[in-house]
C-alpha cells in the first residue's frame, strides 16, 4: 500500500439534532470552515436521528493532517457541549478502493 494513501478520519458523537436540510443551513458556516481545513481531500456529513448521532468521514492527505483536525474539531466540539467524541484514523487502501469505485487512487499531487 502506498505511504501516499488518503488518511481517513471516521468521527461520531451524540446529537440532538437539527437534522437534515435544517442541519444544513444551520451549519453551512462550520461546513466552509471544515471545507478550508489543511490537507482536506473531501468529507462525508454523516447523521442518524434515531440513534442520536451524528459526524462525519474525511480525507485527508497526512495522518499529521488528520489527528490535527482531530483535536481541532473535538475541542472545538466541547465547546458546544458535545462530549462522547468517537474517532478513528485509517490509511485508504486505494488499490482495492479503485475495484469499488472509490473516488481516489491517490493523494493529491502524488
Do not use: C
Amino acid at each position: 500500500m502506498s505511504e501516499t494513501a488518503p488518511v481517513i478520519l471516521q468521527m461520531d458523537f451524540p446529537f440532538s439534532g437539527p437534522w437534515g436540510e435544517e442541519m444544513a443551513a444551520q451549519l453551512e458556516g462550520l461546513a466552509r470552515d471544515i471545507a478550508a481545513e489543511p490537507g482536506l481531500i473531501w468529507k462525508v456529513w454523516t447523521e442518524n436521528a434515531e440513534a442520536g448521532r451524528a459526524g462525519g468521514i474525511y480525507a485527508f492527505e497526512t495522518e499529521e493532517q488528520a489527528h490535527a483536525y482531530l483535536t481541532k474539531h473535538t475541542n472545538r466540539l466541547a465547546e458546544f457541549g458535545i462530549t462522547g467524541v468517537e474517532a478513528k484514523v485509517f490509511r485508504a487502501n486505494t488499490a482495492l478502493s479503485a475495484f469499488t469505485h472509490m473516488p481516489f487512487t491517490a493523494s493529491p499531487g502524488a
